[in-house]
């Protein structure tokens, strides 16, 4: 099975959004990548963490409510929304990357923000094997689902924290030909990469 051994466990919040909030339009998911070994037992082992946002502009439009305040929900949607919309439509750059030919202001978008696994467990395709996940339970009613080449060791205390713009830029191309697996392409120079839900999502052995 293609999923296996990799599961999703949602611990997404347990809250009430209201119609005059953009919690309403955007729905925020997170939790754990968890590892499944079967052996006399099953074991269940944490081995990294995901959130995403779904960007429901469909129901905000029908609802009359304004799209500036559901892209500047978050501080990641409003970066998306800055680096890849002409005004509420995706732009030429992000069509054409994506091949997507009926793109409006009314497509939802699923943005992945962020999928961690741990350093021990790197190197063995559960990455990418929790990013299928995502998207087969997530990017339903979607037209485009969107991420950021961003290496996280390179963050704030990462192992590669302080290196230079060098290091970066190749371990940035390491992470996008790792996201060309699953169907995503770059967006002109951005650091931003898309992909048309269209596309049939593809088989991730391990």
């Known amino acids: 099975m293609p999923f296996a051994p990799i599961s999703l466990r949602f611990k997404d919040a347990d809250r009430m959004a209201v119609d005059d909030e953009p919690s309403y339009y955007v729905h925020e998911h997170a939790g754990d990548v968890v590892l499944i070994e079967v052996d006399e037992d099953i074991v269940e082992t944490p081995i990294g963490k995901f959130s995403a946002s779904y960007v429901n502009a469909t129901a905000a439009l029908n609802a ?10 978050t501080q990641t949607i409003l970066d998306m929304h800055t680096a890849l919309y002409k005004g509420w439509k995706l732009s ?102 898309i992909r048309s839900t269209d596309w049939p999502l593809p088989v991730i052995s391990i």
């Not at 304004?66 to 929900?73: E, N």
């Not at 793109?103 to 467990?121: F, K, M, P, Q």
Request: net charge positive.
């Open 64 to 73: 009359d409510y304004p799209l500036s305040y559901v892209f500047d929900a």
């Open 92 to 193: 030429p750059a992000a069509q054409r990357a994506g091949r997507l030919d009926c793109v409006s202001e009314w497509t939802n978008v699923l943005y992945l923000d962020r999928l961690e696994i741990g350093e021990a467990w790197r190197g063995n395709r559960y990455g990418l094997a929790a990013m299928l996940g995502l998207m087969h339970h997530l990017q339903m009613g979607a037209g485009a689902v969107i991420l950021k080449a961003f290496p996280l060791d390179f963050e704030h205390g990462g192992s590669n924290w302080g290196k230079g713009p060098e290091d970066f830029r190749k371990a940035q191309q390491k992470l996008m030909r790792y996201y060309k697996h699953m169907g995503f392409q770059r967006v002109g120079r951005s650091d931003y990469m």
